[in-house]
């Protein structure tokens, strides 16, 4: 499935992007057809196409396609559901704690429909492994089908039932990912096959806060230490270019209710002449009845006259209800203007000497501060006289806004809510967990019983990879004496 070819050939994997979240993978085969709502694609078409490529429908469809290449992260998108399943918000912080790296082993329970195996195998590379368990025998059987059609050999997938049967003869695994009913069921059976030489983690993936607090209760009980939970969601946001100079985006209040003012002007005509239309509509029906009814034209005549009539009628009363609206709103106007021009005639205004030197003052200092006039601003037939004649509303003093590098954001309606809760914990090996107890000052609870004897059944291997990214393991670390930093590193 992973590779870099450029060109389609028979028999390879394509993920057919039609629209945002529409995608399907298809199988290319000779003979067959793809038919969907954009048009009918041949895969003998496909056949020779570059992968990225755009692929048009033949007519009389108009529709397209886009020929991509397969990755998990398609594959997540465009796979088929037999399960819930996990996303790449959940898949890449999850592959990034649990530390899978190259050539490194690590197992899932629950396979379900393979979405988190593809990310998986593709992180471990073809020297690592991964080891997948599924107890549902038929979805077991489809996703093995699914490996080994996708080249998947770095997968070794096992009908099983980790709860109860645990996870086989597998040992020396770094980390351990349970997406399962019941992981606390589990966490005894994946101590027994953790690499013991170094820090491994586990990770459950459960959608219940129930499950979460007694995955923690036994993670705690069989001595896994850095327990912490976390929610991860998507928020996703829209990038918006800017508006085109001239349009009515964030323009000034005045503009925007001017231009509501003439559509509804444009939509009351739109309104009146639909109505002409119905009338003359009408007219025409009736005058043809009467003219079937009687053919020889005796009394067409006066049917018609009584038609302009009725119609003559109505416009006179459409046309003098129209006048009484438009004439009751001038006179309301006119008495807003009446009413406000007596208010300020009522209130006198009186200035003095000291209120005109500051009003001359602050006209001296604007006409300082105001910008220099640019040349060729007005237009011959627009002096400044004629300008200021325009009636000026309090608004139209302030700026206008200015976009022309601005991005806008906005949030996507499309967003995921609650997936599920992660559950991570990391598990020492035998002597740091020891020394850890032995300090007593560090919050890890002593490994039980249980615990200390899976961890020295263990199978030890002569690697020496350790990782460190803990300060509380690093004050251990070097507090340790000769004898015990030599057990620790296994040599």
């Known amino acids: 499935m992973f590779h870099s070819k450029v060109h389609i050939e028979e028999g390879d994997l394509v993920i057919l992007y039609m629209v945002r979240d529409d995608m399907t993978a298809i199988t290319i085969k000779k003979g067959q057809v793809l038919h969907n709502k954009f048009g009918r694609y041949r895969h003998e078409d496909m056949i020779g196409m570059k992968y990225g490529s755009k692929m048009h429908s033949p007519p ?33 912080y999850i592959i990034m704690r649990l530390g ?25 590379g073809k020297k690592g492994q991964v080891g997948s368990y599924e107890y549902h025998a038929p979805r077991c059987e489809k996703a093995r089908a699914e490996f080994e059609e996708h080249g998947l050999t770095n997968v070794q997938l096992q009908h099983r039932n980790v709860c109860k049967d645990g996870f086989g003869d597998i040992e020396n695994v770094e980390s351990v990912f349970l997406d399962l009913p019941a992981p606390w069921e589990a966490i005894p059976h994946a101590i027994k096959v953790l690499r013991p030489d170094v820090i491994t983690k586990i990770c459950c993936f459960s959608p219940c ?14 001595g896994f230490s850095d327990i912490s939970t976390q929610e991860v969601l998507t928020r996703t946001h829209e990038l918006q270019p800017p508006p ?101 005639e009522a209130v006198p205004a009186k200035r003095t000497k000291a209120d005109a030197t500051a009003s001359e003052a602050d006209l001296l200092l604007a006409v300082s501060n105001a910008p220099a006039p640019v040349p060729n601003a007005l237009s011959e037939e627009e002096t400044p006289a004629a300008s200021s004649s ?8 302030l700026p206008e806004n200015t976009l022309s590098s601005q991005v806008l954001l906005r949030v996507s309606p499309e967003m995921r809510g609650h997936t599920s809760y992660l ?42 990879e350790t990782e460190y990214g803990d300060p ?13 930093l030599i057990a620790f590193m296994g040599a």
């Open 209 to 222: 806060l129930e499950q979460v607090l007694k995955t923690v209760s036994t993670l705690r009980e069989y």
């Open 423 to 464: 559950t991570f914990a990391t598990f020492y090996p035998a002597a740091v967990r020891e020394a850890m107890a032995n300090q007593g000052g560090s919050s890890t609870k002593p490994a039980s019983p249980a615990a200390t004897e899976a961890a020295v059944a263990a199978t030890q291997t002569t690697e020496t």
């Open 472 to 484: 509380t393991l690093d004050n251990i670390v070097g507090t340790l004496t000769e004898e015990e």
């Open 390 to 397: 325009k009636p000026q509303s309090p608004r139209s003093s």
């Open 100 to 124: 899978v790296r190259v050539g490194g082993k690590v197992i899932e329970a629950g396979t379900g429909s393979g979405s988190m195996t593809h990310s998986l195998s593709r992180a471990v």
């Open 244 to 344: 085109l100079p001239g349009s009515n985006h964030l323009r000034s209040i005045d503009d925007i209710v001017i231009g509501l003012h003439a559509h509804e002007k444009k939509k009351e005509e739109r309104r009146l002449l639909q109505m002409k239309t119905a009338r003359e509509k009408a007219a025409r029906i009736r005058e043809e009845r009467a003219r079937a009814e009687d053919p020889e034209g005796t009394g067409v005549a006066a049917a018609l006259a009584e038609m302009l009539n009725e119609e003559l009628a109505k416009d006179t009363v459409n046309a003098g209800a129209e006048a009484e609206t438009g004439a009751a709103v001038e006179q309301g106007k006119k008495r807003k203007a009446d009413e406000a021009s007596a208010v300020s």
């Open 60 to 92: 009389p469809q108009s529709g397209y396609v886009y020929l991509l290449r397969p990755t998990p992260e398609l594959w997540t998108l465009s796979l088929p559901h037999r399960t819930q399943i996990l996303y790449m918000t959940d898949i890449a």
